[in-house]
């Protein structure tokens, strides 16, 4: 599976449909003489514009966007803590630009705030639906525990000790909806193919969760920087005999890859957000896959909408059916017998036949 670069399989027809928005998007590029320049303005979280997850997936749907319409001129501010958001957006305000993406649940409140204080501005906010009175809102969110019960399968497909783990940056729902799909994907695996695989790290509360709500208790660094704290943490699941770990955790996570170089062959780290062996190529060796999510594509529609004047706030819902969230394999070698496996619950996933729930599968 290639990496998520497109929603749906064209972005170049005639129109595309985000859950309940739809963007229309021209065949052509847009003479530059045409229009006066418009401006895509992006707001980081504090991992940074070269984090190779979210923020980077951001910027990289701005500046997909300026490729298929010269007039677009794409632009970011990095936020080095959060109180850095709300005098980043007013920045871009000031600047005039035409939508203002800003990337991260914690940017939630500054968004709002925004969004009421100018009705007209157009915002995007990835990983994050804020209650504004705005019409100009778009919440861009994904089920991403659909790709993360597929990278369970694959853990546990390939785990050789029976073990497996999983941690996140901060705790809440965009981060855990990865960590309890992936605990699914693993009790999914073991129920249906009879097998043993433990998974440390996270531990899911009952019930079912929601892009609103996933509850459980589970490992957490306390933010999206913290390399080191992610090193710590991935040595200690390899102690206590993981040997492939996934980090939703942003840059934290090449401490996690710095742990697997250091424990040496038969240690791998399944990545998150964006694939991880084109955003960090060096390492794809350790990557046994990607859980990603369909961050690049929908900036990317949501910019050339807001371009275009098509615009409308709302929601969009990436899942697997519409390449919203994806698995995507790594450098290491993936029996087909176990990518055929993983195909095979990707259809039922999407035809409704099986759950993502974790709760559906106890452990035996």
Known sequence: MGSIRRLGTVLGAASLVLGTLTVSVAATTVSASAATKFKACVVTDTGGINDKSFNASAWAGAQ???????????????????????????????????????????????????????????????DDAPVTKSKNVLALQYETDQGGFLGGILAAGMSKTGTVATYGGENFSSVTLYMNGFVAGVRYYDKKYNAKVKVLGWKPAKGACSLAACNGKGTFVGNFT???????????DFSAGADI??????????????AAQQAGAGHSIMWVDSNGCVSDATDCKWFVGTVAKGVQPSVEAAVLAAAKGTFKGGTYVGTLANNGTQLEYGGIKVPSKLKSKIATAKAGIIAGTISVNPNKYPIG
Do not use: H, R, W
């Not at 957006?89 to 203002?100: A, H, L, N, P, W």
């Not at 913290?226 to 200690?236: L, M, N």
């Open 226 to 236: 913290d390399q080191t704290a992610g090193k710590t943490i991935t040595t200690g």
């Open 245 to 258: 770990v996934f980090p939703v955790a942003g840059s934290v996570g090449f401490g996690s890859v710095a």
């Open 64 to 126: 997909a966007a300026a490729k298929q319409d010269k007039n677009i001129v794409p632009s970011y501010l990095s936020s080095t803590s959060s109180t850095d958001y709300a005098p980043n957006i007013k920045t871009f305000e000031g600047e005039g630009c035409g939508i203002i993406v800003t990337v991260g649940f914690l940017m939630d409140a500054s968004t709002a705030a925004a969004g009421n204080a100018d009705l007209t501005q157009k915002f995007a906010i990835v």
